[in-house]
């Protein structure tokens, strides 16, 4: 099913100047913003998981190396 959207005339040039080639749809636009905001957001949640393992240290830890 298809629909019809209103947008500003900024965000219809920002979507302009991200097209690929001149002929690609807006749909076509969107739904890679889409699955690259949905990989970044997976990609940056398991980084963070990671380094709060690796690096995090307790509120505490800090206090007690800098003498507080």
């Known amino acids: 099913m298809e629909?019809?959207?209103?947008i500003s005339q900024e965000v219809k040039k920002n979507l302009d100047d991200m097209k690929i080639y001149n002929?690609?749809?807006y749909n076509d636009v969107i739904e890679l913003l889409l699955e690259d905001t949905k990989?970044?957001?997976e990609k940056t949640k398991?980084?963070?998981a990671k380094a709060?393992?690796?690096?995090?240290?307790s509120?505490?830890?800090v206090r007690k190396r800098l003498g507080l």
């Not at 629909?3 to 209103?6: A, G």
């Open 3 to 6: 629909t019809t959207i209103r």
């Open 23 to 25: 002929r690609e749809s």
């Open 39 to 41: 990989e970044i957001n």
């Open 46 to 48: 398991r980084e963070i």
């Open 52 to 57: 709060r393992k690796e690096k995090g240290i």
């Open 59 to 61: 509120h505490e830890e």
